[in-house]
């Protein structure tokens, strides 16, 4: 079982940075689809960025330009690089991993497994 836990989230001011960081225990995902979905206060889990084995990277619009989605699997590792960050990017971010196949990168059924989440918070 594939156990995933987040980390890097936190306070930041708008137009600031954070890297998220998701670590893998119990397996290894060099064959998944590694995915960041956030979930905003009040509403439903939503797709953020994924990035396939072959490093193949897929963004929500809003996000392009300002997240970076990457991988280490030497480290079986995740990454999403925030630049830029907005009040609206404030939420829980959840890493997962899975096999979705191409139409379904940026939904929930696709993935397996899930972290925890942590939250960050972007505010003056």
């Known amino acids: 079982q594939v156990h995933l836990v987040e980390s890097g989230g936190g306070p930041v001011q708008p137009g600031g940075s954070l890297r998220l960081s998701c670590t893998a225990s119990?397996?290894?995902?060099?064959?998944?689809?590694l995915g960041w979905f956030r979930q905003r206060p009040g509403e439903e889990r939503e797709f953020v960025a994924s990035?396939?084995?072959?490093?193949?990277?897929y963004y929500k619009d809003s996000v392009k330009g300002r997240f970076t989605i990457s991988r280490d699997n030497a480290k079986n590792a995740v990454y999403l690089q925030m630049n830029s960050l907005e009040a609206e990017d404030t939420a829980v971010y959840y890493c997962?991993?899975?096999?979705?196949?191409?139409?379904?990168?940026?939904?929930?059924?696709?993935?397996?497994?899930w972290g925890q989440g942590t939250q960050v918070t972007v505010s003056s």
């Open positions: 997962a991993a899975g096999t979705p196949i191409l139409s379904a990168l940026s939904t929930q059924n696709g993935y397996r497994h």
């Open positions: 990035i396939r084995y072959n490093r193949a990277t």
């Open positions: 119990g397996g290894t995902f060099n064959s998944y689809t």
